[in-house]
């Protein structure tokens, strides 16, 4: 059974930085991409950044290229994202889902995830 489970949320203010960490079992890496993916009450769920499984090529959207990094731990089983220069529009529940589809033209795909974590509040305030 694939599981994956969020951590690293939380406060933290204008122009700072966090690190979200997804855990997953159930399955290897080698076999699906890993991406992470946020919502806003009252909005749909965006994609905001992929790993691919077969080559570890990375997609991010626009709003976040140059202060988002996704990365993967194959020995600890974890796919990771670090937040810099955060921003109070990246305000959101942020969740971690598998797998993870990049059309041209479209961006990241949500309907394609079959999988998804609990999610983990991320709060940009002063």
């Known amino acids: 059974q694939i599981q994956l489970a969020e951590s690293g949320g939380g406060l933290v203010e204008p122009g700072g930085s966090l690190r979200l960490s997804c855990a997953y079992s159930?399955?290897?890496?080698?076999?699906?991409?890993i991406g992470w993916y946020r919502q806003v009450p009252g909005k749909e769920r965006e994609g905001v950044a992929c790993?691919?499984?077969?080559?570890?090529?990375?997609y991010y959207i626009d709003s976040v290229k140059g202060r988002f990094t996704i990365s993967r731990d194959k020995l600890k089983n974890t796919v990771s994202l670090q937040m810099n220069s955060l921003q109070p529009e990246d305000t959101a529940v942020y969740y971690c889902?598998?797998?993870?589809?990049?059309?041209?033209?479209?961006?990241?795909?949500?309907?394609?995830?079959?999988?998804w974590g609990q999610g983990t509040q991320v709060t940009v305030s002063s």
């Open positions: 790993i691919h499984s077969t080559d570890s090529s990375t």
């Open positions: 159930g399955f290897t890496f080698d076999d699906y991409g």
């Open positions: 889902g598998t797998d993870c589809s990049v059309y041209e033209g479209l961006g990241i795909s949500v309907e394609d995830v079959e999988v």
